[in-house]
């Protein structure tokens, strides 16, 4: 059921992109935004390698996670071939090649420990942004109620999980919360939460870049609020890089701060085309870095498919 729900939300927000497309692409306004940035290649440096200081960061918080049975180099590489699958394939299947990277380079860490690793690490990535998100709706007086009945079932059913791990699997469950109390202890935990919190602030830099090189306006604070939005709407995500589900919550997101449409529309394909570039480069660096072979990465993409059913 919640897979089909989630399906069903894909596919609307991809026929309201379909929708912007037909109302607000102007091939001219795109053609002359484009030409704006190239014109400034310093600039446009400087925001592409901030862009990619915000995968540095996830993968110190990781590594700080892993509490030394990870290299920081591993932590990185499984980060960066994390981002290139998810532009690649129409599902996030990136997470499991992320951690499948992790256990097969390092020895001393075990598969249920780098899944585990991941999962937190989202699962905190998912605060940070909603906590972002939130504070932006109630900075910018926006009326927001978030269902009731929502926080009800999804507390109910994670409890109802929790305590099934704890009762079938008392030894799974005693090494994992451990490990969970391990990492976020004392000064380490406290990194943790910072890296993650300051990796998304420095991943708005390329929303915050492009509006700039086009010569628009949106302050920084602005644009990590945009940028948070509309990267918790990519658990919708059903195409590549999820093309279309990208630009729909962006548009929506700086609409709430006064850019028409059509110009919104622009900066979101300009942006998201920046986005999948980089994740390309960086990719094609790694699998120079750490070749896989595609076979392994059917094998582990697997993983995914029997966690599922």
């Known amino acids: 059921m919640k897979r089909f729900f989630k399906k069903v939300l894909s596919i609307l927000t991809l026929v309201g992109f379909a929708f912007l497309t037909i109302h607000s692409f102007d091939e001219n306004h795109l053609g002359n935004s484009i030409q704006k940035i190239f014109q ?8 592409l390698i901030v862009y990619f200081l915000s995968f ?15 290299r920081y180099s591993t932590c990185l590489i499984g980060i960066l071939y994390s981002l290139l699958i998810n532009h690649l394939l129409p599902v996030k299947v990136g997470d499991v090649v ?8 390092e020895p001393m860490l075990k598969d249920d420990e780098a899944f585990h690793s991941v999962v937190v690490l989202r699962l905190l990535d998912m605060f ?4 972002i998100a939130m504070i932006g709706l109630s900075a910018l007086k926006v009326q927001f109620r978030f269902p009731l009945w929502l926080v009800i079932v999804s507390s109910f059913i994670s409890l109802l999980v929790l305590a099934a791990i704890h009762h079938y699997a008392p030894v799974f469950w005693n090494k994992h919360i451990q490990m969970f109390k391990k990492a976020f202890s004392g000064k380490t935990g406290l990194f943790i939460i910072a890296c993650t919190f300051l990796s998304w602030l420095f991943e708005a830099s390329i929303l915050y870049g ?19 939005v509309t990267i918790a709407g990519q658990v919708l995500q059903i195409t590549p890089g999820g093309i279309g589900n990208y ?18 529309y622009t900066i979101a394909v300009v942006t998201h085309a920046l986005k999948f570039a980089i994740s390309y480069i960086t990719g094609a660096v790694v699998l120079l870095l750490y070749p896989v072979s595609f076979r392994t990465l059917k094998e582990w993409i697997k993983i995914r498919r029997v966690r599922e059913k």
């Open 40 to 47: 400034q290649p310093v600039l446009l440096a400087a925001i």
């Open 56 to 70: 540095c960061l996830k993968a110190a918080a990781w590594k700080l996670y892993l509490n030394g049975k990870a």
């Open 98 to 105: 992320r951690a499948k990277i992790a256990s097969t380079r």
């Open 128 to 131: 940070c942004l909603v906590g």
């Open 210 to 228: 492009t509006v700039m090189m086009v010569q628009g306006d949106l302050s920084f604070l602005a644009s990590v609020f945009a940028n948070s």
């Open 247 to 264: 630009e729909s919550f962006l548009v929506f997101a700086l609409t709430l701060f006064g850019f028409p449409v059509r110009e919104g």
